[in-house]
């Protein structure tokens, strides 16, 4: 009697650790606020891409306290921790508005038309977003070369792929 209870017990330890070990994709958007220093919108599926964001946000407001406009900077990103729908990357979107970082990440899209593009799917996800923040007056070119280069560490760091997406319409 015993033994077998010490033999469930044991089971059910093992399944429970097993079962915490496995990711948790969420099917839902997520939105992570913290006020005065970032806005994170993930698309369904990409909460995996929080830890690399909020790293780049600490990088960045660390380094270069943020204060005034950036236009929006656009990235293809291709974690292997974050399994998108079989997609091999995600698309990021990052934004200055009034000092606060502005992260959006989306699943692309199937390109189905010569006009489509992974940085117009992008740019139209992040405007939505941005709808009720309007770029006023943008800051020094310095700061989106500054922006770049924390991104870039952050995927040095993490052994995460990062390319900057060419602007098209």
């Given amino acids: 009697m015993g033994e077998s ?6 089971i059910t330890l093992v399944v429970l650790t097993i079962r915490r070990a496995r990711p948790v994709v969420l099917e839902n958007p997520v939105i992570i606020q913290r006020p005065g220093q970032y806005h994170i919108t993930l698309a369904p599926q990409l909460n995996r891409a929080q830890t690399f964001i909020e790293q780049i946000a600490r990088q960045f407001s ?3 306290p943020p204060s005034g406009d950036l236009p929006g900077q656009y990235f293809e990103v291709r974690d292997p921790r974050v ?5 091999s990357s995600y698309l990021l979107a990052i934004a200055l ?8 990440a989306v699943n692309p899209k199937p390109l189905l038309h ?4 992974d940085y117009k799917t992008v740019r139209e996800f992040s405007e939505s977003v941005l709808q009720h923040h309007p770029l006023s007056e943008p800051v020094d070119e310095q700061w989106a070369e500054k922006l770049r280069l924390a991104v870039d560490t952050i995927a040095g ?5 990062v390319k900057i997406l060419p602007q098209s319409d």
């Avoid at 010569?114 to 593009?117: H, P, R």
């Fill in 62 to 64: 660390e380094s270069h």
């Fill in 97 to 104: 508005r009034g000092g606060v970082l502005y992260f959006q």
């Fill in 5 to 10: 209870l010490l033999l469930i017990t044991i």
């Fill in 114 to 117: 010569d006009a489509d593009s």
């Fill in 157 to 161: 760091q993490l052994q995460i792929a």
């Fill in 83 to 87: 399994f998108s729908k079989g997609a």
